[in-house]
């Protein structure tokens, strides 16, 4: 069989039996909805195409079948290297660099707070054409893309363009572009001009948590982009969608071609040491997740809320933690509030400028916990976060590695205010919570009963098992 890499897709050549195997290994099983099974095919046999970032795990099935294949890469590399020093990449970071370079399609898994942001800015620097930088999060594309105080203009003394937030700013080498504001520029059949050309002379596609490519708009923009031959995904949670379409992910930037651990930067003193403790609670007879069983074991239980307040009786100060509901967060602001301790809740419905100004507070030690929904769960400048709490619970591998990610900042102020009086952090702790339903789980083990409380426990063992896979220590305490 022969592959032809063309800039966003392969075409395949081969005989009919060739292709079915292919046509076979491009089929996805995405599980059962409502008792029937959902299959996803990223293979087009009227084109005889499929997505680019799939080519080697394709290859690798097909020859794994006896299928013999020949790769005939016809893209043409858009620019040479300029050689920068680029002096203030950690090695990790430089070795990111390399690697993208190096593979054109990949992904790069580099844990929260491991300096990403980085490398996403020494790409463009080090390759001169043109980029496309997209950022579902809008505080990740002022991070990354502000004329001002943005990285990579602090980098490289380049403006960058900005599409975002009210603002679309053409004939920029290098566009920082949140998906939602492209998106508006399709009509349901096609793009507009503007879209067009910025698509047209892209080179390079870089994407910021790249597991969020997998939605159907981010999937059209990347199909859209004709000529680009640098596609490069940064996320510390590549792979564990919920709906289970993480090769839709890998159809455009390919699988992790870097990875680093979090006990390797750990260790390097490049981000702060995480203890993980999952204390356990234990919760008889719950009612189904779907019939309010989320509400009453989680977002209203005085058993399992009564165990993070004494969490925040331990930890004193820069305690953050995350919930999911919005009347978990009022609730549990309640608690502190009747236990005297200082305290801030934060969501999605507030304005940035409150935002902000209670992440400064939380910074300066004004107030000792900071309840947030998921809007702190990246792009926030959260540094002085001493301990954290997953509130949230859920089964959720993305969210949960992301949010524990959070502890993991060190301050590298010279002269800071809080770290003259709490020291300078190199240690965190973060909390989860190890729900189980006790009476559920005795009748599965013992007669292979069902009882609606057992996702309790397979949303913890879930949870458990996100963080072992990612080399996490953890240590499952029944009490404090």
């Known amino acids: 069989m022969i592959f032809q890499l063309q800039p966003n897709h392969v075409r395949a050549f081969g005989t009919p039996e060739e292709v079915q195997a292919l046509y076979e290994e491009l089929v996805y099983d995405l599980g059962e909805k409502r008792g029937r099974v959902q299959r996803l095919c990223l293979y087009n046999p009227i084109l005889g195409t499929f997505p680019l970032g799939l080519w080697r795990e394709a290859e690798t099935a097909l020859r794994s079948r006896g299928v013999s294949v020949i790769v005939n890469d016809l893209r043409r590399c858009p620019t040479t290297r300029r050689g920068l020093p680029l002096a203030w990449l950690l090695p990790h970071q430089r070795e990111a660099v390399e690697a993208a370079i190096r593979l054109s399609v990949t992904c790069i898994d580099i844990p929260t707070a491991g300096g990403k942001g980085e490398v996403l800015a020494a790409l463009p620097m080090e390759l001169p054409c043109d980029w496309l930088i997209l950022a579902d999060d809008a505080k990740v594309l002022s991070q990354l893309g502000d004329p001002k105080?943005?990285?990579?203009?602090?980098?490289?003394?380049?403006?960058?363009?900005?599409?975002?937030?009210?603002?679309?700013?053409?004939?920029?080498?290098?566009?920082?572009?949140?998906?939602?504001?492209?998106?508006q520029r399709w009509d349901g059949n096609r793009w507009d001009e503007a879209s067009q050309r910025l698509f047209q002379r892209v080179r390079g596609v870089i994407y910021d948590e790249v597991h969020m490519s997998g939605s159907p708009r981010s999937q059209r923009i990347l199909a859209s982009i004709p000529n680009a031959y640098y596609w490069v995904g940064f996320s510390g949670t590549i792979e564990g969608r919920s709906d289970r379409r993480d090769m839709t992910v890998r159809s455009f930037f390919g699988p992790a071609g870097y990875k680093v651990q979090a006990s390797v930067l750990e260790a390097a003193g490049v981000i702060a040491t995480q203890k993980l403790v999952m204390v356990r609670c234990d919760q008889p007879d719950q009612p189904a997740y779907e019939a309010g069983g989320y509400q009453r074991a989680v977002t209203l239980s005085k058993v399992r809320n009564g165990v993070i307040a004494k969490i925040w009786q331990k930890e004193k100060t820069g305690c953050l933690t995350f919930i999911r509901e919005l009347d978990h967060g009022r609730y549990l602001l309640r608690i502190a509030q009747?236990?005297?301790?200082?305290?801030?809740?934060?969501?999605?419905?507030?304005?940035?400028?409150?935002?902000?100004?209670?992440?400064?507070?939380?910074?300066?030690?004004?107030?000792?916990?900071?309840?947030?929904s998921d809007v702190l769960k990246q792009g926030a400048d959260t540094i002085h976060v001493y301990s954290g709490i997953n509130a949230a619970g859920r089964k959720s591998v993305i969210e949960t590695i992301q949010r524990r990610g959070r502890a993991g900042r060190i301050c590298r102020e010279a002269n800071c205010a809080r770290c003259a009086v709490m020291g300078k952090k190199s240690t965190a702790t973060w909390y989860d919570l190890y729900d189980t339903d006790s009476l559920a789980e005795k009748l599965w083990n013992e007669r292979r009963r069902k009882l609606p409380g057992?996702?309790?426990?397979?949303?913890?063992?879930?949870?458990?098992?996100?963080?072992?896979?990612?080399?996490?220590?953890?240590?499952?305490?029944?009490?404090?």
Do not use: C
């Open 338 to 372: 009747h236990l005297g301790i200082r305290a801030e809740f934060v969501n999605g419905e507030m304005d940035a400028g409150p935002i902000d100004k209670a992440i400064t507070r939380f910074e300066r030690g004004e107030i000792d916990v900071l309840i947030a």
């Open 454 to 480: 057992l996702w309790l426990g397979r949303h913890s063992r879930e949870r458990l098992a996100a963080y072992k896979a990612k080399g996490i220590l953890v240590d499952v305490v029944s009490d404090l």
């Open 149 to 183: 105080v943005g990285r990579f203009v602090k980098r490289s003394g380049e403006r960058p363009g900005r599409i975002g937030g009210g603002l679309w700013e053409e004939g920029y080498r290098v566009t920082v572009a949140s998906p939602a504001t492209l998106d």
